[in-house]
Every structure is written in C-alpha cells, then in structure tokens.
C-alpha cells in the first residue's frame, strides 16, 4: 500500500456528517490518516458516505460514486467503499451495476468496514468523532429514526423506527466535546420532538435541552427539525428562560392548506399550525423561525399553492427553504397517487415562493441595522472575518461578514455593530 490515507466523502444531511465523524475517529484510531471531503482524492482507500432520500440526492450520491469508480479503473485507488441511506434503500441494485465498489453498508452496519479493513473497533471509542466542523461547534443526534408517516417521504423506509439516544449518553458526549472547546451544539435528528416518546414513553426534549444547558462550557444550543403536530409546548419556556439556548427554531411545516396538509398525513391543520406559531412569538419574543416548505405535492391545485403564499406573507418566517416535490418509490404517495403536477409548474412555483421569502429576509435583516449582536466567528476570509448570530445555523442560514478593523479569533465571540445588511447576510465590525 502507498499511502496509509482514506479519504471520508460526506452527502446529504448533518446526520450523515455525524456518521462520519464516528467513522473516521474510529479510522484515526487504527492509525490511518484521514481527509474529510478532500479536494483531489488521493488515498489509497475512499469511503462515501451517501444520501437517498430524494431523486436530486440520490443522484449526486450516483455521480459522485461513479467518478471514484473510474479512479479505481485508472488504477488511481486501490478500495472503494460505499456506505449510508442510499445502500440501505438500494444495496443490491448497486451491487450489480457498480461492481468497482469494494463494498456496500448501509446506515447502520458501516462499522462492518473497520473489520473489513483487518482492524479493530474501539468500543471504548463508541461515541467518540474526528470533528468535520469547525473545533467550536458540533452536531449532535439525539435519535435515529422517525414514526410518523408523511406520505411523500423515504426517511422511515431508511433509517427505521425512532430510537431516541438516552439523555445520559446525549450528556456525557456534550460533555466531552465541550471538555475539548465546543461550545455551540446543533441538535439534530429526523423528528426533534418526539424525543424520548419511545425510551421513557413521554416527550423528553425540553428537559433533556434544559440538562444539556446547564453543561459548563455550553454557550449556545440550536434546535432543528422540529415537528408540529404534538409540538411539546414547555420548549418554548426553556428557550426563553434559558440564555444559552437560541432564541432559534427550525420546524419544517411543509404546506399550510388542509386539502395538501391531509393528503401529506401531516396530521395538523391550518389552524392548528397558524396557533402553534402565534405561540411560538407569543411565548419566545424574538424567536427566528426557520422552515421548509414542499411545492407540488399530487394533487396541489393553483389555489392551495396561493394559500401557501399568503401564509409566508403574512407569517413572515425569518428563514425559509423549499423543495420541489419528488416522487419516492415504495412510500405511500408512489402507491396512491400520481406525480401529478408537471416538473416546470413546480418550478414556477419554487421561483415564485423563493422571490417572496428573498423579500421578507432582506427586511428581517434591514431591521437588525444599528443593533449590537453577540456573533461567533467561524473563520477569516481574504476581505472579512465570517460568523453567524444566534439566529443562523451553520451552512443553512445567512452570515455576518466583520471588516478586518480589529484582529478577531476563530471560534470567540464578539459583540459585533451591524451597519448594512443584505437578503442572506449582514456587515458589521468589532468597536
Ligand atoms: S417527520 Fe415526516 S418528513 Fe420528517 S423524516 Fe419523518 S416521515 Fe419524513
């Protein structure tokens, strides 16, 4: 063997990043060298780590795939390995069309790779990563899985039935990561709030984030993929009471009209919903909301479409992301229903809602111009310094750029002047 480096590629969601990070500790451990999502691949083994959940997704996954595969033709790279949710939906198709990788595992079975490389697990380092992320914040996974059943999605086909983490592992691995400099945490799983409805048989989130706060070292704790039917009110009191849990929640909504709501099992109405937000600001003023909407699920008309926008309007949500509808084998919609809304009306109507929601953050952020906000700076660029507030989660929601008129520290905090603002970011400087 050449070299002793593999190189780690990641796709899809931060759920799969967390896999890696406990692959490649474990990879560190057995002495090999490891490069996360290199620029030019060059070891002599590579691990991809796949997403399988829409069709745009799976097919990066497929590309990305392929074009180590031809590196292995070239004799460029020695073993391919192919891990995460797309072998877990498909593992056999592949077997038979990509037979350059080496080997399949799915979600759950990677750790089948450190023995299939002749080394050893270290169970001792079971909940241990090699961060990907800057050394100042991480993701953590609270569970695995999901049970509920949205009738357009793959989730549950892949990654089974939720399994919440105990709140004393969640714990000791805060603790750990905060004892090495961490100190902002981004909770993540498919379904945030049914926590601990499996393991204690009660919704568990708020005291588990409410323990999780009181972790010396702890600076900031943000919480994504929140659900909103049965949402567990008594977050809203810790994230208001609590300092160093942001004033932040991503809660994906996906539509409001009830006809699409009901036809996507969402199991929440649109007044239900349009009462679980005016909870939101009633009882965390200031909250951002971030979310996520789907157009062109089967079945929307012109008319629930215009519900949807009206209710951006009017809700006007601090950060908003949208999918185009993918019809996904194997769940309920791909047996009931057609795909029936034609993919450039669905375009249309992703164009139209981004242009809507381009406005409404532009006049969030004007409205943050002269004030005074706490910002973590992730890293130094050429021009600026680049951090995000409280109200921005890494890598999905806008950035604060800092002018260079003081010399700032990856990884601090600064209480930084906003003085212009723009859609997605905001300037300011250190005085
Ligand atoms: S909550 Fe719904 S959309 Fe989210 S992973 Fe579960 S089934 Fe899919």
Redesign the pocket.
Known sequence: MVNNRIDVVTLGCSKNLVDSELLMRQLVANGYTVEHDPETPCGDIAVINTCGFIGDAKEESINMILSFAEAKKRKKLKKLFVMGCLPERYREELSEEIPEVDRFYGKFDWRGLISDLGKSYYKELEFDRSLSTPSHYAYVKISEG?????S?????LI?GKYRSRSIEEIEDEIRRLAGKGVKEFQFIA??LTYYGLDLYRQMKLPELVERVSDIEGVEWIRLH?A?PALFPDDLLRVIRERENVCNYLDI?L?HISDHILKTMR?NITKQQTIDLVQRFRDESPGIHLRTTMMVGHPGETEEDYLELLDFVEEIRFERLGAFPYSHEEDTYNYKHYADDVPADVKQERMNRLMALQEGIALSVNEAKVGEVLKVIVDREDPAYYVGRTEFDSPEVDGEVLIDKKKTLEPGRFYDVKIYEAAPFDLMGTVF
Do not use: F, H, K
């Open positions: 999901c049970d509920r059943t949205c357009y999605c793959s989730i549950p990654t498919q379904d993929y659900y994906a996906q969402r």
